[in-house]
């Protein structure tokens, strides 16, 4: 239950206090050029201690290859690949090995699976990400060489807001700050409202919009497999997500049809719709407009503020997280939510070559 | 690509006009009595012309077992059932075999298979839910007798929205009216909604509330297949879904750690959260609260009123679609989130024996 | 458990008795032109009653097809097909149901699930693979289309050998006689042995020979999926059947590797070998020589005799089994083996096309 | 398509001259106690330069687990684990970057992918098989917990037999001699006659007999995926294989089916056979009874000989490989045919979790 994908498949391992992430990607074809420092440049938008409102641990975060590779290009084989863990702080976690901290995944591990590795949340943390991460750019690599791209942006931090559509940004913009909101200004607000809860010891949630580009028209599967559905899947695995919409999403369930349907016009190069709340799928499948979707994160649980739990023995007691935290994990999602819609699309345009004759 | 499930699997099969809508269920355990009446009863609960505010179509959408089951009870072997489809005017159809109807799947089919059923957008219907509903109440008899409930209901039609949580509701009240809300004061709104957008020849989206409670702790995998993540995916796969959320969802957001965080507390059969903004999973795992969840359905793409589309040479026409549809799908959808909602439970109750000695 | 293939996919379902026995092929390209004569065709030559060495019961096995074929075509939806029970038999099995028959499985069906469907054996019946038939003739339709054509005959009979290769045979003869050997001669030494054990009460085992021609280098897994394996993995999953060997074979084993390996060879649309010891598969995949094959079928364990056998209380008892049955399954065997064949091929076909640019 | 197994799933990854060879195990239980020397010791059985008939390559094979594992047990989550490669000589293998050494995957991987890892192999060299042996082991110390044990022993080199089933020989000896066959008598012709095909440059085949006793009544599956079907296509997966018997195999073929039934009989603890000519399973199901399997193996490709074969630009020439290579696998295969034998056992003895109350 650690694989992701049915064609291009990625099974990912590792905890966060043990020797290292990483995973295999089963499926990828062969003769694809893959290159390292793009990787490691995914990685780096993923990695803690990129600025001051991420957490401040230094992880390298080095991606090794250690198979299914030769001479720069994929060979059709299993892709195996590690990231070693260093810098952990294991003894951090000495004093919760018997704690179940709030809205952590330690008490319900243990239910699960009457032990677990109490060390940085183990395979809970979401370092597991890097995984996700590595091989999205290799998926990445093979979309953009089909002209699809794809893009995510901070659009929501806490209660502080970007109000204009994904039509009206520079989406180039989004690596020009540091919490990776297209529009500087609001961009300024969210930081603020970062080092606010950082020095409150408190934590932020927010919203991730994504958008995805020239995606041809034919792209997913009708019944259980929708695009929109496995893109839904692929967010809603991703930690702390709580909630994913595509095209006009929530908001759209208080229009009326005759105002939400999509009308098809003639297009120079074919069909085309002349508004857009179908978010570019129809009936589970792209019908070649702008993919686009929003997802929904909580708050980071961990809080370097004393709180009220219980232990093993079900006994109330009080704990205080040490270590170094984030008190707010948008921006450091961003790639990740990039890496995960990745690894759906890639998954589907390998699956769409079947159909084809 | 017609497959829901690892180890309870349902696979469907069916276009709208052809001979029928049915399935197989692989990997039912032997042994489960099968009461056909109940499985008839779900299925009444989503059939059409069952109340003024849905299409008057009559299908009697009778059920029938082909294998699987010996005496009343399953045989572990697998589950095979057919809906035979009555009362379907293909004729209705004919104007639109080379015409893409607006915010419906004709034309991505098209893109995708290269050939289309034209005739009640084929395997694209919501009649292919049918087969979700009998395996749902298959499901769900396994859930009771493991103590897990499902309930679901219309808490959203158009802007008419059920301020109350499911906490201050008397879920017992759901099908004591036509359009599936407990409140009953909000349901006679939510009517009057429907029935104006009827007669204007329009039609209207809306939400759909699910909880389920009973679930032990420990139900549901860490990394892709966490269980909110399968029952997101479950509910994006239903037609006319665009959206997602579990606990504080999109709402939860906006808030900080210091109050999002559900605190531990010592409970009288085990450890208990203060408040449940988790919706009942953790970690991609049950923690035994109650688990809830929000859906969102847009709006009906079938008018009665003439629309401007195109046609497969990507020439302007106009269509005025003939036949009987429901203005609002929310009230016959409760029983289908129900069911999607039965398959990804039994699925990772079946999954959690493994981890049992 | 009841899916074979991973692109292709064919799930069955039915027990001997019950309504009737079909699948689901999940998978199948759209635009295929399906020819239900054709399947009917490679039903009959399946079907019980065909000649005076096979079972002498009547079943018409007469395919419907329920969905996912429109104006003769494929659409690349599910293919739901059934063929109904008729002529069953099923008080003769009254006296069997708490009777264990002497090598059948309803010893272990009841190990397994607890319960079974004693009648005609239930799921465990080779009535099922009249589904692996039906789905056979359209991947064989495909694989036609793609230049590969698939060929088996029966090779042995209790002790009658065919001592020629297939290289040395006019496989065009194989329809000519009711035993399905394409050497006339040995053909009617088979036939006398098969009517001389059915007078006899009892039964006769051998041995099939399968010959794929025309598949193009390059099919197949490297690792656990190797051609062969799925090819032995398919034949072993058919009623009775006890080994499988492939190329060289049990045979090979006893050749030193100076005398088995095949020497490449210049050839005149590209590399060829000298001999084939390798069955035309090296690695697991495909290398463009014939794939060739043999697959050993136990003698049928249903004997109209008196055997000694215990019942469900662990009691001695006798059992004489009423009823029509086959003495030697091997004729009626023959488009089985080309079935499975056909399904393991046209999957390898459709996965070769992801890795194709 | 390079993971086995549906529960308790191996991935397997490398090539022989990359970094290393290793695999993530995906469903393997928590609270299972991992012995590292145990694996090991599994390992030093199938590394290279363990006797005077093997290769003298001297490979460590020492297996690093990367996850999954804590204080000594599984976690339940993935167990990545690697092996790294050393003591490579990839420049043995210039000569061969564009040649097809006869009767190996050289010519068919270039075919399939289009570009090849041509040192060693590659993918296709039995190293991979370290992967299956290290799983293999873990998979084993949970069948032993069940009382299950696993046993191969070689039966066969070139055309010396040892005549003996394996209820005439004492199975405890098989590790008392360098080539793995439990008849000490048998065990010094089969190593005399490998030390001559070495001194001749040649090499030589076999059959190695498996044996699984203490199986419950009841694991397995009834149509596809029979436990035989399942044990077959893990043989016929291992580098060489050419075929698989289990049972009466393919001699049993001559027999008929009144001497070959195995009458059931009333037993201490509940029924046996009288006979075991199902090789202990029945409708794909095991009956309770001792499983044993024969497995034919080619003799290897490699030759350290001058041989004619082609080049990639369909060109004539010779080549005379350089290294050190085994004149018979069949002494290293004992473990990997243990292995994949235990990953076949402990899938199916989860599975068979599902279908208890």
């Known amino acids: 239950m650690n ?22 990607i089963d499926g ?25 409102i991420t957490t401040q641990r230094m992880e390298p975060d080095q991606v090794e290859f250690l198979s299914g590779i030769f001479e720069g290009k994929t060979l059709g084989t299993p892709i195996a690949f590690v990231v070693w863990n260093k ?13 179940y901290r709030p809205s952590h995944a330690d008490f319900t591990y243990e239910k699960k699976y009457g032990l677990r590795d109490h060390r940085g949340g183990g ?10 991460v590595a091989a999205g750019a290799i998926a990445r690599t093979m979309l953009q060489s089909a002209g699809v791209t ?14 204009k559509s994904y039509r009206e940004l520079d989406l180039s913009l989004t690596e020009s700050n540091i919490v990776r909101c297209p529009d500087p200004e609001t961009a300024e607000r969210m930081i603020a409202k970062i080092v606010e809860a950082g020095q409150n010891h408190d934590t932020l949630g927010g919203v991730i919009t994504g958008v995805i580009t020239g995606t041809p028209a034919g792209w997913g599967e009708p019944v259980f497999n929708k695009l929109h559905a496995e893109l839904g899947f692929a967010m809603l695995g991703i930690n702390a997500v709580k909630g994913f919409e595509y095209g006009s ?3 759209g369930t208080r229009l009326p049809g005759s105002i939400h349907n999509d009308l098809f016009i003639p297009g120079g190069q074919g ?11 129809q009936g589970g499948i792209s019908n070649g407009e702008d993919i686009y979707f929003r997802v929904a994160f909580k ?7 004393e709180q009220a739990t219980v232990d093993s023995g079900n006994n109330p007691v009080t704990i205080l997280p040490k270590g170094r935290h984030d008190p707010c994990v948008l921006p450091r999602a961003v790639p990740i939510v990039e890496a995960m819609a990745a690894l759906v699309m890639v998954d589907h345009m390998l699956m769409q070559k079947i159909n084809q004759h």
């Open 150 to 163: 794809i893009h995510a942006y901070v659009s929501q931090v806490g209660d502080v807001l970007l109000e």
């Open 299 to 305: 708050p980071i649980a961990t809080l370097l503020r």
């Open 123 to 132: 395979r809970s943390s979401a370092r597991e990400t890097i995984a996700r």
């Open 249 to 251: 999403g929530f908001e």
């Open 87 to 99: 810098d952990q702080h294991s003894t951090d976690y000495d004093d919760l090995k018997n704690v």
């Open 28 to 52: 990828c074809p062969p003769g694809i050029v893959v290159d390292p420092e793009l990787v490691q440049a995914e990685l780096a938008r993923r990695k803690p201690g990129q600025s001051k």
């Open 271 to 281: 069909v085309r719709t002349s508004t857009n709340h179908s978010g570019g799928i």
């Open 3 to 24: 694989t992701f994908g049915r064609i291009f498949r990625l099974t990912t391992f590792g905890e966060s206090h043990g020797r290292g992430i990483g995973g295999i």
